[in-house]
């Protein structure tokens, strides 16, 4: 009897183990963040006097290249989705004039959940938004990537225009929760 | 004369069930917080992300009878996940960056020295003999997304030593 009990120790003593733990834990937080591609500085406008007596001025678009919007949004599960309004930040636009921007619908580029376009929008010094609906995603950095931005100036008031010099006015873009 | 025999098998048996040999952990994970911002708009997280190298395993036993009378006593050790909060797309990895030392020359440790998955099932990670201090052990995240949102991970490693 005392045999078969030693022997039972011995065999259990094969099986024996014990375990360590590594506690793993870490935080994502909300990112919002917002560029503008290439960085060029300046989109131009110009306005020049009609081909005709008697006809309407006429709106050149001088600068040629292609603007796009890039972004990068976390949010919370069940946390609102984000938008990017636009607005005048310095500056001002002449009078007679009216400013739009209209972004295109996101590339084939970047992740799920990215924004949708809400068309042209007027820009005035309140902020306006562009683009709504922004999960939690990624567009991709750079020219091509996320919404293409495209600029009007159309002279909206005659009567008002005045001959100036180069005017000169920013636009601000801010990812902001809904 | 059977009877001494009985007793010495007898304590031989209780010998050998007190060989406990035991994991030990030191240190903690760390993964840098400025590994998950990003630096230009439009972009994701980096792809992987590892943690600072201030975690140590120690494979020991509190029994002084083992410790003098089967110091090269074989074992492996095995790793598994228990999730409290995880996104199933979050891949941990665990790797061996050293051998750790002992008090005599005859401890072994073998395998684990490439990046291997941690998953919710328990799997083989390294094998070694003897009694081994301050391993030297680094774990790394993949497959991080914004997509998955601003969210809290927690996870708990669990390393657990088989005798051989």
Known sequence: MIVFVALGFAVSAQAQWNSGNINVR???????????????????????????????????????????????SAIRRNGNRRSINAQISEGTIPDGI?????????????????GSPVGRVQITSQPHPIITGIGSCFTGDGVGKGHELKYFLEISDFSQMKSIEDQVFTVLYTITDN | MKVTSVLVFLLLGLLASAQQMEVRVDGAVS??????????????????????????????????????????????????????????????????????????????????????????????????????????????????????????????????????
């Open chain 1, 98 to 114: 009216s400013f739009y921007v209209e972004a295109s619908f996101a590339s084939a580029f970047g992740s799920i959940n990215q």
């Open chain 2, 31 to 164: 993964f840098d917080g400025a590994t998950f911002a990003v630096t230009e708009a439009g972009e994701d997280f980096a792809f992987g992300v590892e943690s600072e190298s201030s975690l140590w395993i120690s494979i020991d036993t509190n029994d002084y009878w083992d410790k003098k009378v089967n110091p090269n006593r074989k074992w492996w050790v095995e790793v598994v996940r228990e999730d409290l909060t995880w996104n199933d797309d979050v891949r941990l990895e665990i790797v061996r960056t050293g051998d750790g030392y002992g008090q005599k020359n005859n401890h072994k440790v073998y395998d684990g020295t490439t990046y291997q998955y941690i998953g919710e099932n328990s799997w083989y990670f390294f094998r070694g003999r003897g009694i081994i201090y301050d391993i030297p052990i680094q774990l790394r995240l993949s497959g991080l997304s914004v997509t998955q949102g601003a969210q809290d991970f927690e996870t708990n490693v669990i390393l657990t030593i088989y005798d051989d």
């Open chain 1, 26 to 72: 870490f935080s994502v937080p909300e990112i919002a963040i917002v560029d503008i591609e290439p960085e060029l500085g300046y989109i131009e406008f110009s306005v020049n006097a009609p081909y005709i007596a008697g006809g309407e001025p006429v709106v050149e678009h001088v600068s040629s290249e292609s603007v796009w919007i890039n972004y990068t």
